[in-house]
């Protein structure tokens, strides 16, 4: 137990600090390697463990390609500045439009989707509208924010989805239908709690009038409303996918790869720079990291969460799903949410109560929100704001972050009830 522990802390400590740039693939990789040679996982556990995460890493690298491509024609953009023009220039509202805009580019696009473009686009938008340097930086916490907490209502929504769902082998519309009242219910009170927190630091007024016209940012018209008409056709096949078993990555990595080709011929974008900008480490990350998370339940430390979780799951179903969520929660923001599912969803195998596997999502989903380094979204949307010049201490974020997620994960997860 205590070996499995050590790699397991260290390999963390490496993704979530980066020495000397070590990319966080290249981490987990090495963590795994050491736990093969040490013997804490067998090369039939890799092999396992090779065959539980294939399908959700790249199904993630699909939606995220598919994003890549719609940011450099510029949908993102447009949409964007629509939202600011919505809003009429009134700030509360412009704050509104703007988590509701997060929460849709989350829920289509992924968390990391929308916090790899949305952040960069919105933090340059607030600039041109010369908005103080206090409420750019309300914007983008609540932006950050959203990102992970709306990212609930499909499979492919988050990683930690893709891996749940196919853990326990739920199907794309099985999941939509459980996970469409949480999905709602967390944007709107996500909302709600933080434009309470953020509202003195939201101006009354905004002059919109300093942006561009929407259409002014698109590339190529043809291709904008053709990309409409792709998305939409690309949601219908998930669907068709399910009928006939067709893994989603099948569908996610080859809609994108398909856009990406038609991009091509429109001669709006570069394919080999958008390949090269994808996040391949992920693919390393995540079959890496489930090698040395592989090597805690052969030391049995998933057998004392699943003591607990049955004991939990005896107290009745809210007790139960309320308790998992949490516990799942305070996981993922001390030591990440993606090591954090995994675990539960060893934890949960034997425990014959499925409501429990989406409690683990959504707790696993907001929880990361409450320390910087709970979610690989956070830790993407800090590097983002750090290269664009905006900073936010520690201490600052874990306080924001822990006066708010608890009592918006509270209500989520009894709308699970």
Request: net charge positive; proline share 4%.
């Amino acid at each position: 137990m205590i070996l499995a522990l050590s790699l397991f802390l260290i390999t963390l400590l490496l993704v979530i600090i980066q020495p000397r740039g070590l990319q966080i693939g290249t981490s987990a990789i090495i963590g795994a390697c050491f736990a093969l040679l040490l013997g804490v996982v067998s090369f039939a556990d890799v092999l396992v463990v090779t065959n539980i995460v294939w399908d959700a890493t790249l199904a993630f690298i699909g939606i995220i390609l598919l994003s890549l491509v719609l940011d450099e024609i510029g949908f993102f953009e447009w949409c964007a500045i629509w939202m600011a023009r919505f809003s009429k220039g009134n700030g509360h509202v412009m704050f509104v439009y703007s988590l509701l805009l997060g929460s849709i580019i989350s829920a289509f696009f992924a968390n990391d989707g929308a916090v790899l473009i949305l952040t960069p686009i919105l933090l340059a938008k607030m600039r041109i509208l010369k908005l103080e340097p206090k409420t750019i930086v309300a914007f983008l916490l609540a932006g950050g924010f959203i990102s992970d907490a709306a990212s609930l209502p499909f499979v492919f929504s988050n990683l930690t989805n893709i891996v749940t769902a196919n853990y326990f082998h739920i199907g794309f519309s099985t999941y939509l239908s459980t996970m469409l009242m949480p999905y709602v219910v967390s944007t709107f009170v996500s909302i709600a709690v933080l434009w309470l927190f953020l509202r003195n630091d939201i101006p009354l007024h905004v002059n919109v009038e300093l942006l561009k016209h929407p259409d002014d940012v698109l590339k190529s018209k043809p291709l904008f409303y053709l990309a409409w008409f792709f998305i939409a056709a690309l949601m219908g096949s998930y669907f068709v996918g399910e009928q006939y078993h067709i893994p989603i990555s099948f569908i996610a990595l080859g809609g994108a790869l398909l856009f990406l080709a038609i991009a091509r011929y429109f001669k709006a974008v570069k394919p080999w720079q958008i390949i090269k900008t994808a996040p391949w480490q992920v693919v390393w990350f995540s079959i890496g990291l489930y090698i040395v998370v592989y090597g805690l339940k052969n030391a049995g430390l998933t057998t004392y969460l699943t003591h607990i979780l049955n004991a939990l799951n005896a107290q009745g179903n809210a007790i139960a799903i309320v308790g998992t969520g949490f516990i799942a929660a305070i996981l993922s923001a001390v030591m990440n949410n993606m090591p954090s599912v995994m675990i539960m969803d060893i934890a949960l195998h034997d425990i014959h109560n499925s409501a429990l596997a989406y409690a683990n999502i959504i707790g696993c989903n907001l929880g990361p929100k409450m320390t910087p380094f709970g979610s690989l979204a956070t830790l993407l949307w800090l590097h983002v704001m750090a290269k664009k010049g905006v900073k936010i201490s520690f201490w600052a974020y874990s306080k924001f972050g822990l006066l708010v997620t608890p009592p918006i994960l509270l209500v989520v997860l009894l709308s699970l009830v």
